[in-house]
């Protein structure tokens, strides 16, 4: 279905033809609508159960068993606020948000915001292709092997094949992570310890508690789902008329994950839950054993390469849109090096700088949970400025955050912001040994 045909299917439906049946035609329509519009919200928000998120998500279990989870549920309400936001900037205006900074905000803001975006996606490219590189450690292949193929391939299919074709190859493979809620089931967790962390909040005063909320808001929140949901949006050529399909799409995208985000944690606390932080993605594929028996580490590398591949090729893109957008030039990959050099040489350069880093010999899985704390501290930064884009009227028009709203995503936006405050000033003390 075409841009055309689904404004023409969404403004004014035909009437139905003798002899057919009406409502089987509306109930295809309905679906065939949905099919069309889904997407940004989802692969945006899918995209964050990547290398790090599974990483992250995983050591939160075994670290701290199921004390997150309601820290997960106010984390999953944020979610669905930022991403609902972000696809309603997108149909609304028809521009992604690197476009509107530019538009709204002075020059320097505008390169405060590239900046951090930047530097977020960055250390999130060198993690995806770490998760590459452990995950087929886990089958006995070196990640020098792995790496530099797996960063042509990613470049190449990007730049000369089909990126939609792609995307669905990797969304396939990281399916192997519907294993997680069979493995909780299997698992046997406490049920009335997992029932009672869900709506009790829980909260301890460490830097390690700390640290690791600070990480699952980056890998749950990140700055990069914005901007790609909002430029997904505008890709497909949506209209202010779609934006309730548009707006099912982000919430239920944004749900969706969480809850595969949340029973990684409790299969994670009911197989290791306790045991501490992480060591090596090996002990996090322990938490697949009850559903996979000795083919855990082959279904956790399975899935944590298709995860690991699509935010590969999504991360890059994203900031390589948002830079063009903000930019004002060419942004498209069908373009050649000599129309879009800005755009495709600054994808380029993050998939080289990503594969490079994540060949030196780093700690894998600080290296993922570390690279999510980073967006955790970022996210606030960007944040405000989709909070102010939102509530503005001049860019929204009646579509702009209602009092409610904005006292909601307010609250969001300062809750993310404290979070990461307390772990900065926390860093700032250990280095001079107050912490």
């Known amino acids: 279905m ?35 519009v889904a997407g940004p919200g989802l692969v945006a ?29 106010l984390v999953t309400i944020a979610l669905v606020m930022v991403q609902e936001m972000a696809v309603r900037l997108g149909a609304h205006t028809g521009k992604g948000l690197g476009a509107l900074i530019r538009e709204q905000f002075s020059l320097r803001l505008t390169a405060l915001a590239v900046f951090c975006l930047l530097l977020a996606n960055t250390g999130l490219v060198v993690s995806e292709f770490a998760g590459i ?30 990126y939609r074709w792609a995307e669905r190859i990797f969304l396939i493979m990281s399916l192997a992570f519907f294993a997680y809620p069979v493995a909780m089931i299997l698992g046997h967790p406490h049920w009335g310890q997992v029932g009672k962390h869900l709506v009790v909040p829980h909260l301890e005063p460490s830097k390690d508690f700390i640290l690791l909320a600070v990480a699952l808001i980056g890998t749950t929140v990140s700055p990069y789902m914005q901007f790609y949901a909002a430029a997904g949006v505008v890709d497909r050529g949506a209209k202010p008329e779609d934006y309730r399909l548009i707006k099912l799409d982000a919430v239920l995208g944004a749900v969706f994950a969480c809850v595969i985000s949340l029973t990684i944690i409790i299969a994670t606390a009911a197989a290791i839950g306790g ?45 390589s849109y948002a830079v ?6 060419e942004r ?6 000599r129309d879009a050099p800005l755009f495709l040489g600054l994808f380029t350069a993050q998939i080289v700088l990503g594969a490079v880093v ?17 967006q955790g501290l970022i ?11 939102t509530n503005r009227r001049s860019v929204l028009g009646a579509a702009a955050n209602s009092p409610r709203y904005r006292v909601a995503a307010t609250t969001v936006v300062v809750g993310v912001a404290a979070m990461s405050s307390i772990l900065l000033v926390q860093t700032v003390l250990g280095w001079f040994g107050l912490g």
Do not use: H
């Not at 928000?45 to 549920?73: C, K, R």
């Not at 498209?332 to 090096?337: A, E, M, P, Y």
């Open 45 to 73: 928000a899918n995209a964050g159960n990547d290398a790090a998120g599974i990483a992250t998500y995983a050591s939160a279990g075994s670290q701290f068993a199921y004390g997150t989870l309601f820290f997960m549920v």
């Open 379 to 389: 996210s606030p930064i960007v944040l405000v400025y989709l909070l102010v884009l």
């Open 358 to 374: 994540a060949m030196t010999p780093v700690d894998v899985i600080q290296l993922l949970i570390g690279t999510q704390v980073l």
């Open 332 to 337: 498209s990959v069908s373009r050649s090096f």
């Open 133 to 162: 590189g452990a995950a087929f450690e886990l089958l006995g292949v070196p990640k020098w092997a792995v790496i530099p193929p797996a960063a042509v391939l990613l470049w190449s299919l990007v730049l000369f094949g089909s």
């Open 275 to 319: 045991t501490g932080p992480l060591d090596s993605a090996a002990q996090a594929a322990e938490a697949l054993k009850p559903v996979a028996g000795q083919n855990a580490e082959l279904l956790f590398a399975v899935g944590l390469i298709g995860a690991s591949a699509l935010a590969g090729a999504v991360v890059p893109l994203s900031a």
């Open 2 to 36: 075409t841009t055309r045909d689904l404004d023409t299917t969404t403004a004014s439906p035909s009437a139905p033809e003798a002899g057919t049946a009406p409502a089987r035609r509306t109930g295809w329509r309905r679906i065939t609508m949905v099919a069309a």
């Open 324 to 329: 063009g957008e903000a930019a004002g030039v």
